[in-house]
């Protein structure tokens, strides 16, 4: 029999029960379409990550006191106990061989005023070398960055500068940031994503101005410590740092009290966090699919019991007991097919959604340009082959009674 008749049988038969066909089909459309959205997330959060901490530069290393992480998230240089880190921390770091430039951080939020309008914004304190640090995602739109010895200047990110108010401001202009007017010395480019959702809405200043805006952080007890390194020894160098570190803390390995990190090692982390979470939905997704698998099995097995007479017909006719195997496969490859396609649209669809919430989400909270979902090519072709697998697997056992059938007793059946 050929394959051409085979189909044309098959499609004849599931329009004929159809209400029947379609409930089968259903199971197999949720579990595809439940990978393909799973997948598609999960790759799609993973990739905007990797391009964000790609952005901040791979020549970089975070220290951070011990309670600014939460409970030891970093695995291998992470933090055990709550620490402060000190203008003796700084001096540690920039003695250490391979440092190019090291920034410390204190970062609060307080409410800035300008031309009678007012906004909360983050107050960013920091030095003359920040820029330096960051000069991989940082630059500057009109002015300069702080200088050493600057006071009661400041320079804005793009979001402080241009969204913030109902006017924009200006580079040379008063901005008042609590009690305290200061002028605009500069106005940086706008980072966008995720790396640049602070940076953009802050209004940078020297440390001593920024203390009284930091709350517990202040010159001498930072919120964190950037530093450049050389690209090309980055691991041994935040090595190098931690026990320097440790070494003037007079800490142990077990007590120690800071985190000391970089972009390939936080995206480590979110990704060993995301591969977990989806293997749990995974879970679900197969769930879904094995739900889908017995129902094609059920099915078939009905479609061989109500077809018995004429498989009968079919064998007295002299059809082989291979084609009508093959019969039964083609229908149940078909049901998953269909099924594959459908899961496939719907995937999209729930992907497509998913996606556009998130970019309401980012956008009011002024985090553009990232993309939170990616279906591949590859995870279509997957799924669609595995949505046809997933129904011949389960036609082969009804397929073979159905093939094993004698002629004389499938012909007395009624």
Same mark, same amino acid.
């Given at each position: 029999?050929?394959?051409?008749?085979?189909?044309?049988?098959?499609?004849?038969?599931?329009?004929?029960?159809?209400?029947?066909?379609? #409930?089968?089909? *259903?199971?197999? !459309?949720? $579990? +595809?379409? &439940?990978?393909?959205?799973?997948?598609?997330?999960?790759?799609?959060?993973?990739?905007?990550?990797?391009?964000?901490?790609?952005?901040?530069?791979?020549?970089?290393?975070?220290?951070?006191?011990?309670?600014?992480?939460?409970?030891?998230?970093?695995?291998?240089?992470?933090?055990?106990?709550?620490?402060?880190?000190?203008?003796?921390? #700084?001096?540690? *770091?920039?003695? !250490?061989? $391979? +440092?190019? &430039?090291?920034?410390?951080?204190?970062?609060?939020?307080?409410?800035?005023?300008?031309?009678?309008?007012?906004?909360?914004?983050?107050?960013?304190g920091t030095n003359e070398q920040w820029a330096k640090v960051r000069e991989a995602s940082v630059s500057m739109e009109s002015g300069r960055f702080l200088a050493k010895g600057d006071r009661g200047v400041v320079v804005l990110g793009s979001d402080a500068a241009k969204k913030a108010f109902d006017k924009e401001v200006l580079l040379g202009s008063q901005i008042k940031i609590g009690n305290e007017s200061y002028k605009v010395i500069g106005i940086m480019k706008g980072i966008g994503g995720l790396g640049g959702a602070q940076e953009d809405k802050a209004v940078f200043m020297s440390l001593e101005d920024a203390e009284k805006y930091s709350g517990a952080f202040g010159v001498n007890n930072y919120y964190a410590i950037e530093i450049k390194v050389e690209q090309e020894r980055v691991d041994e160098i935040a090595e190098k740092i931690k026990e320097k570190l440790m070494n003037a803390r007079h800490v142990t390995e077990d007590k120690i009290d800071f985190s000391v990190y970089t972009p390939k090692m936080i995206l480590s982390v979110v990704s060993n966090v995301l591969t977990t979470i989806n293997i749990f939905l995974y879970g679900i997704a197969a769930i879904s699919l094995l739900v889908g698998a017995v129902g094609i099995a059920n099915t078939m097995f009905t479609s061989v019991t109500e077809r018995t007479r004429q498989i009968g017909i079919l064998k007295a006719l002299g059809m082989t007991n291979k084609d009508v195997m093959n019969l039964f496969l083609v229908e149940s490859a078909l049901i998953g097919l269909v099924g594959g396609i459908l899961g496939i649209f719907f995937g999209f669809l729930i992907s497509g959604i998913i996606g556009q919430i998130t970019s309401v989400l980012l956008a009011s909270s002024r985090i553009g340009g990232v993309s939170m979902v990616y279906v591949s090519p590859e995870?279509?072709?997957?799924?669609?082959?595995?949505?046809?697998?997933?129904?011949?697997?389960?036609?082969?056992?009804?397929?073979?009674?159905?093939?094993?059938?004698?002629?004389?007793?499938?012909?007395?059946?009624?």
């Amino acid at each position: 029999m050929r394959f051409k008749d085979s189909l044309r049988f098959a499609l004849n038969n599931l329009t004929t029960r159809g209400l029947r066909s379609w #409930l089968t089909i *259903i199971g197999v !459309v949720i $579990g +595809v379409a &439940a990978i393909i959205a799973i997948v598609s997330v999960g790759q799609g959060l993973q990739q905007a990550i990797a391009n964000q901490l790609g952005a901040l530069g791979s020549d970089q290393v975070y220290v951070v006191p011990g309670g600014s992480i939460s409970s030891n998230i970093m695995s291998g240089l992470g933090a055990k106990e709550p620490g402060e880190l000190t203008d003796k921390d #700084l001096s540690v *770091i920039e003695s !250490v061989e $391979g +440092v190019i &430039a090291a920034a410390p951080d204190i970062i609060g939020i307080e409410t800035a005023s300008f031309m009678g309008d007012s906004n909360k914004l983050y107050i960013w304190g920091t030095n003359e070398q920040w820029a330096k640090v960051r000069e991989a995602s940082v630059s500057m739109e009109s002015g300069r960055f702080l200088a050493k010895g600057d006071r009661g200047v400041v320079v804005l990110g793009s979001d402080a500068a241009k969204k913030a108010f109902d006017k924009e401001v200006l580079l040379g202009s008063q901005i008042k940031i609590g009690n305290e007017s200061y002028k605009v010395i500069g106005i940086m480019k706008g980072i966008g994503g995720l790396g640049g959702a602070q940076e953009d809405k802050a209004v940078f200043m020297s440390l001593e101005d920024a203390e009284k805006y930091s709350g517990a952080f202040g010159v001498n007890n930072y919120y964190a410590i950037e530093i450049k390194v050389e690209q090309e020894r980055v691991d041994e160098i935040a090595e190098k740092i931690k026990e320097k570190l440790m070494n003037a803390r007079h800490v142990t390995e077990d007590k120690i009290d800071f985190s000391v990190y970089t972009p390939k090692m936080i995206l480590s982390v979110v990704s060993n966090v995301l591969t977990t979470i989806n293997i749990f939905l995974y879970g679900i997704a197969a769930i879904s699919l094995l739900v889908g698998a017995v129902g094609i099995a059920n099915t078939m097995f009905t479609s061989v019991t109500e077809r018995t007479r004429q498989i009968g017909i079919l064998k007295a006719l002299g059809m082989t007991n291979k084609d009508v195997m093959n019969l039964f496969l083609v229908e149940s490859a078909l049901i998953g097919l269909v099924g594959g396609i459908l899961g496939i649209f719907f995937g999209f669809l729930i992907s497509g959604i998913i996606g556009q919430i998130t970019s309401v989400l980012l956008a009011s909270s002024r985090i553009g340009g990232v993309s939170m979902v990616y279906v591949s090519p590859e995870l279509v072709l997957f799924s669609l082959i595995f949505s046809v697998a997933i129904g011949i697997v389960s036609g082969i056992f009804p397929a073979r009674r159905a093939a094993r059938l004698e002629p004389v007793e499938a012909l007395r059946y009624e």
